[in-house]
C-alpha cells in the first residue's frame, strides 16, 4: 500500500493566490483527515470527513478555507486568496473508523506551504 | 468535546536513561490512545497504541500506561538511544469523532 499521497509537496506562492492541496487516502478507509502544522499551534485538525461526508469542520480557521472529498479517494483543501499566515504544513490523514471506536489515523508526507 | 494535555512540553535525558511523557484526557467515553513520533521535517508516525479495555502495552522499548479511572496515560521509552530524539504526541479517541492531539513534547536524547 502506497499510504497516504498528497500534492504537491512543496509550493510556494504570493498572498492572494489560490492554492489547491490534493490528497488521495488510503485505499479501503473511511475517514479522512486535514491537519495544519505550525510551530506556534501544533497539529490543528481542521475538518473531517467520514464516508465523504464532512463530519466536522470547526477548525477551518476563515471562510478562506474550503474543503471537499468528491469520492472515497480524492480530498481537496483549497485556501483563496491565501495570507502569509496561511504558511504551514498541511497534512491530510486517513483511518478506518467505527462509530464505537477509534482506530490508527495515518499521514500523509505533507504539503509544505509559504505564501510570500 | 475532548481535550488532551500533555507534559512536559520539553524533555532532555542522557543516552541510556528512561524517559516519560504523561497525558491527560477529559471525556470518559474516549477508548482508544495512540502515541506518535515526529522527526524533523517527517510526518507524525505512530508507535505504539492503547485500547481501553488494557492497562499496559509493551513494544520492545516503548511501553505505554493507561489509568481510566484517573484518565490518564503515559508513554516510557527504556535505554534512550540518539535516534529516540524527536516529538512524541500522544492522542485521545472516541470512534466517529475526532482524534484529539496534545501539543507534543520534543524529546532530546543527548549521547
Redesign the interface.
Known sequence: DAGVIQSPRHEVTEMGQEVTLRCKPISGHNSL?WYRQTMMR??E?LI?F?NNVP??DSGMPEDRFSAKMPNASFSTLKIQPSEPRDSAVY?CAS?S??????????????SWLTVV | GENVEQHPSTLSVQEGDSAVIKCTYSDSA???F?WYKQELG?????II?I?SNVGEKKDQRIAVTLNKTAKHFSLHITETQPEDSAVY?CAA???????Y?G??TKLNVKP
Open positions: 483527515f501544533g497539529l485538525l473531517y467520514n463530519i466536522d497534512f483511518s473508523q467505527t462509530v464505537s471506536s477509534g482506530n490508527t489515523i495515518y499521514f500523509g508526507e505533507g | 474516549s477508548n482508544y495512540p517527517k510526518r507524525p508516525q505512530l497504541d485500547r504526541f479517541s472516541m470512534g466517529f469523532n475526532k482524534f492531539f501539543s507534543g
